[in-house]
């Protein structure tokens, strides 16, 4: 390389360049897929159909009052619902979010097994509104804590 012209070391140098571009691109691209969940309500799943047996999706909406069952062990039964009429019935086993409540709303991640309508959760996520207090702090308005 010593002997080479100072453009040839140029051309191979943005030649091993882009080879590593193309490469950090192509990894990149399939770490992202790997990792990449599709996000349903249940109107989209009626609408959709239903994934593939064994996908890694999410699921959210609504918890629907009254749904909420215990199973056996740590295994909790609800339904999601999102307004349309359509609801999903979710299956999870472990503890569930302080956040979790009938009424509130939820994001479930797991996959549907072959055959079965129950959606079985890996991961529950529950989401709460704006208007978050702490329990110390509920019944105070702010303008006793502002004196």
């Given at each position: 390389?010593?002997?080479?012209?100072a453009?040839?070391?140029?051309?191979?140098?943005?030649?091993?360049?882009?080879?590593?571009?193309v490469?950090?691109?192509?990894?990149?691209s399939?770490?992202?897929?790997?990792?990449?969940?599709l996000?349903?309500?249940p109107?989209?799943l009626?609408?959709?159909g239903?994934?593939?047996?064994?996908?890694?999706?999410?699921?959210?909406?609504?918890?629907?009052?009254?749904?909420?069952?215990?199973?056996?062990?740590?295994?909790?039964?609800?339904?999601?619902?999102?307004?349309?009429?359509?609801t999903?019935?979710?299956?999870?086993?472990?503890?569930?979010?302080?956040?979790?409540?009938?009424?509130?709303?939820v994001?479930?991640?797991?996959?549907?097994?072959?055959?079965?309508?129950?959606?079985?959760a890996?991961?529950?996520?529950?989401?709460h509104?704006?208007?978050?207090?702490?329990?110390?702090?509920?019944?105070?308005?702010?303008?006793?804590?502002?004196?």
């Amino acid at each position: 390389m010593a002997n080479m012209r100072a453009r040839t070391k140029r051309l191979y140098a943005v030649g091993v360049a882009a080879i590593l571009v193309v490469a950090a691109v192509f990894l990149a691209s399939a770490a992202l897929r790997q990792h990449a969940d599709l996000f349903y309500t249940p109107e989209l799943l009626v609408e959709r159909g239903m994934p593939e047996p064994g996908q890694r999706i999410r699921v959210g909406g609504f918890v629907a009052l009254g749904s909420r069952e215990n199973g056996e062990g740590a295994e909790i039964l609800f339904t999601i619902e999102d307004g349309s009429g359509e609801t999903v019935r979710v299956s999870y086993t472990g503890l569930v979010p302080d956040l979790f409540r009938e009424g509130e709303g939820v994001v479930a991640t797991g996959r549907f097994d072959a055959g079965s309508t129950v959606f079985v959760a890996e991961e529950i996520l529950a989401k709460h509104d704006e208007n978050y207090q702490p329990r110390e702090l509920e019944g105070l308005s702010r303008d006793k804590t502002a004196a």
